[in-house]
């Protein structure tokens, strides 16, 4: 799905993994092909021949709150209405951490915001191995639990929960259980939710409302008929 990479540097990369952890999801599941430039480093992204939501989506993952994938020393990466809420929350010491930066998204400049952990192997927010600043945490930090899979061969996108493992901390306690409810609607649709805003923020246009009215329908479907307990069979075709 990404075309390609030009010039990297370490420096460069280092402070921009956070961010581009979450544009190569929106990239994913672009319309339109999309060059993306921050600094030296430029990716372009290409619309999927397909995207669809695999029925392993509806799967729980609940996470056993192990701290082990806030203590990667992973810098965060905020847009301007993250910037709002962390206003609104006013916690200062992230506040004033915040240093602004711009990036190109096709032919127009946004901003975007990097908080530098003043420490390596932890986060200056994780506090008795629980996240202080959970309601206005970074979509980088909110994505795991979702993985957008790309198949090479088909072009097809997936939005799945498959091989989350891979993805992210080698030894992430969460285990796959049955479909949740109540997890799905406080979790999965928040996620998706938040990385939408943060399309918005930058003006990236994606499949991502479409996928969230998909599942909004499929949700009042089964508050119609009272029926909670079943999940999709099928993939769930987006486009
Ligand atoms: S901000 Fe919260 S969720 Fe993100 S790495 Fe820090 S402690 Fe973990
Ligand atoms: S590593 Fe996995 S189980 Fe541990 S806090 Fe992170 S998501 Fe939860």
Same mark, same amino acid.
């Given at each position: 799905?990404?075309?390609?990479?030009? +010039?990297?540097?370490?420096?460069?990369?280092?402070?921009?993994?956070?961010?581009?952890?979450?544009?190569?999801?929106?990239?994913?599941?672009?319309?339109?092909?999309?060059?993306?430039?921050?600094?030296?480093? &430029?990716?372009?992204?290409?619309?999927?021949?397909?995207?669809?939501?695999?029925?392993?989506?509806?799967?729980?993952?609940?996470?056993?709150?192990?701290?082990?994938?806030?203590?990667?020393?992973?810098?965060?990466?905020?847009?301007?209405?993250?910037?709002?809420?962390?206003? &609104?929350?006013?916690?200062?010491?992230?506040?004033?951490?915040?240093?602004?930066?711009?990036?190109?998204?096709?032919?127009?400049?946004?901003?975007?915001?990097?908080? &530098?952990?003043?420490?390596?192997?932890?986060?200056?927010?994780?506090?008795?191995?629980?996240?202080?600043?959970?309601?206005?945490?970074?979509?980088?930090?909110?994505?795991?639990?979702?993985?957008?899979?790309?198949?090479?061969?088909?072009?097809?996108?997936?939005?799945?929960?498959?091989?989350?493992?891979?993805?992210?901390? #080698?030894?992430?306690?969460?285990?796959?259980?049955?479909?949740?409810? +109540?997890?799905?609607?406080?979790?999965?649709?928040?996620?998706?939710?938040?990385?939408?805003?943060?399309? +918005?923020?930058?003006?990236?246009?994606?499949?991502? #409302? +479409?996928?969230?009215?998909?599942? &909004?329908?499929?949700?009042?479907?089964?508050?119609?008929?009272?029926?909670?307990?079943?999940?999709?069979?099928?993939?769930?075709?987006?486009?």
């Amino acid at each position: 799905m990404v075309q390609k990479v030009f +010039e990297r540097s370490w420096f460069q990369i280092m402070n921009t993994r956070s961010l581009f952890y979450f544009l190569d999801y929106l990239g994913k599941l672009v319309k339109q092909p999309l060059t993306v430039q921050v600094g030296l480093i &430029e990716k372009t992204y290409l619309p999927a021949k397909q995207v669809v939501i695999s029925p392993s989506f509806f799967k729980y993952l609940p996470c056993r709150k192990c701290g082990a994938c806030c203590r990667k020393g992973v810098s965060l990466a905020f847009t301007a209405s993250d910037k709002v809420a962390i206003e &609104e929350f006013g916690n200062t010491k992230l506040l004033s951490g915040l240093k602004q930066y711009e990036i190109n998204i096709g032919d127009s400049k946004k901003c975007w915001w990097l908080y &530098e952990q003043s420490k390596p192997q932890t986060c200056d927010f994780l506090v008795s191995n629980l996240c202080s600043v959970h309601d206005v945490k970074a979509v980088n930090c909110l994505l795991p639990p979702i993985l957008v899979g790309y198949c090479k061969k088909t072009q097809v996108v997936k939005l799945t929960k498959e091989k989350l493992h891979w993805r992210w901390v #080698p030894n992430c306690q969460a285990q796959y259980t049955s479909f949740d409810l +109540e997890n799905f609607l406080n979790w999965d649709l928040y996620c998706l939710r938040r990385l939408q805003r943060s399309a +918005e923020d930058l003006g990236i246009q994606t499949y991502l #409302p +479409e996928i969230l009215e998909k599942l &909004e329908n499929w949700l009042q479907t089964c508050k119609d008929l009272s029926f909670f307990t079943g999940t999709p069979k099928d993939t769930i075709l987006i486009v």
